[in-house]
Nanobody, 122 residues
Framework: QVQLVESGGGLVQAGGSLRLSCAAS????????MGWFRQAPGKEREFVAA????????YVGDSVKGRFTISRDNPKNTVYLQMNSLKPEDTADYYC???????????????WGQGTQVTVSA
């Protein structure tokens, strides 16, 4: 069992930056690939970024490529999402997730956090 808690969301102006954090409980954090997804009101949850267990591989969604970066610190049981050049269309609830394999698919992830809200004003 892994428990995930996101933090770092908030209100930011377009062009600004935020860094989201996701803290995981337990001693098996390094056994999991980690992902970030987001869900805007009235829309499906979409893939944002993912990172392998050792951080050797990362995936980034096309809509955020070049602006968002995913990283992890295994000794701290934490995964990060650095978001730069934010746009109003990035407004959403952001969720971190843990899974056994690196994937862009929601179904590959077994554990989910409660989400943190990000609002980007124009």
């Amino acid at each position: 069992q892994v428990q995930l808690v996101e933090s770092g969301g908030g209100l930011v102006q377009a062009g600004g930056s935020l860094r989201l954090s996701c803290a995981a409980s337990g001693r098996t954090f390094s056994s999991y690939a980690m992902g970030w997804f987001r869900q805007a009101p009235g829309k499906e949850r979409e893939f944002v970024a993912a990172i392998s267990r050792t951080a050797g591989s990362t995936y980034v969604g096309d809509s955020v490529k070049g602006r968002f970066t995913i990283s992890r610190d295994n000794p701290k049981n934490t995964v990060y999402l650095q978001m730069n050049s934010l746009k109003p269309e990035d407004t959403a609830d952001y969720y971190c997730a843990a899974g056994r394999s690196l994937s862009t698919e929601r179904r590959a992830y077994d554990y989910w956090g409660q989400g943190t809200q990000v609002t980007v004003s124009a």
